[in-house]
């Protein structure tokens, strides 16, 4: 299956495609991954990039739709893949729509506020990529998967979070319109636990 998720920052895109790549058996391609391993690897492309992952806004469309499109033609995505956090933009939909035939779009719906609390709880891991919640660590500096030093990512920061959410407000929600108007759109309730919300993930698929 070719699934994309869309979703505001912090409606749990990644830790549902995490999820569905266990059990489906297919990679997940993350652009936001893809991104910040070139940040910390200090790449060309991660220094070309830094100061635009770092306020919160958009990685052109261009350099995004090239990346995802080489990252989609290897093998391993031959089967299908979950894409978390592409498209973003209608003019990235546009481009995918050239090169790839999704099957669905699952929209993560989840309110602004409880997004805000998840964000702002939020801890990263940058030696296995892991991301967690405060309420769900014992101890809030330590990764409980590898024992790395958690960190709040630059883009968890309250300003930055306000610019991700204007961007996402003002060039990713168009989405939502641009996949129902396709009969691709699959809208889930994305609040509450992660299992709850995995399961209505899981029933939406199999309808
Ligand atoms: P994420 O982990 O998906 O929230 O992505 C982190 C950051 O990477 C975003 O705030 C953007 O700066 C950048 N990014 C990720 N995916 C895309 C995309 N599809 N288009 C442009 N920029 C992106």
Same mark, same amino acid.
Request: one cysteine or more.
């Given at each position: 299956?070719?699934?994309?998720?869309?979703?505001?920052?912090?409606?749990? @895109?990644? +830790?549902?495609?995490? @999820? $569905?790549?266990?059990?489906?058996?297919?990679?997940?391609?993350?652009?936001?991954?893809?991104?910040?391993?070139?940040?910390?690897?200090?790449?060309?492309?991660?220094?070309?990039?830094?100061?635009?992952?770092?306020?919160?806004? #958009?990685? *052109?469309?261009?350099?995004?739709?090239?990346?995802?499109?080489?990252?989609?033609?290897?093998?391993?995505?031959?089967?299908?893949?979950?894409?978390?956090?592409?498209?973003?933009?209608?003019?990235?939909?546009?481009?995918?729509? +050239?090169?790839?035939?999704?099957? =669905?779009?699952?929209? $993560?719906?989840?309110?602004?506020?409880?997004?805000?609390?998840?964000?702002?709880?939020?801890?990263?891991?940058?030696? =296995?990529?892991? +991301?967690?919640?405060?309420?769900?660590?014992?101890? *809030?500096?330590?990764?409980?998967?590898?024992?790395?030093? #958690?960190?709040?990512?630059?883009?968890?920061?309250?300003?930055?979070?306000?610019?991700?959410?204007?961007?996402?407000?003002?060039?990713?929600?168009? $989405?939502?319109?641009?996949?129902?108007?396709?009969?691709?759109?699959? +809208?889930?309730?994305?609040?509450?636990?992660?299992?709850?919300?995995?399961?209505?993930? #899981?029933?939406? $698929?199999?309808?």
């Amino acid at each position: 299956m070719k699934i994309i998720l869309l979703g505001a920052p912090g409606s749990g @895109k990644g +830790t549902m495609a995490q @999820k $569905l790549t266990g059990e489906l058996q297919i990679p997940q391609i993350s652009t936001g991954d893809i991104f910040r391993k070139n940040l910390k690897e200090a790449t060309p492309l991660g220094l070309q990039i830094k100061d635009i992952l770092d306020s919160g806004g #958009l990685v *052109p469309d261009e350099i995004t739709i090239e990346i995802v499109k080489n990252r989609l033609a290897e093998p391993d995505c031959n089967n299908g893949y979950i894409l978390d956090g592409f498209p973003r933009s209608i003019v990235q939909a546009e481009a995918l729509e +050239t090169f790839q035939n999704i099957d =669905c779009a699952i929209n $993560l719906s989840v309110d602004k506020q409880i997004i805000v609390s998840r964000l702002s709880g939020r801890r990263f891991c940058p030696d =296995c990529n892991g +991301t967690f919640h405060i309420s769900a660590l014992s101890d *809030p500096e330590v990764c409980p998967v590898c024992g790395g030093k #958690l960190i709040v990512r630059k883009d968890d920061r309250e300003e930055t979070v306000l610019e991700r959410f204007r961007v996402y407000e003002t060039t990713t929600l168009p $989405l939502i319109d641009f996949y129902a108007r396709r009969g691709k759109l699959i +809208t889930v309730d994305g609040s509450g636990g992660i299992d709850v919300v995995y399961e209505r993930i #899981l029933n939406a $698929l199999n309808k």
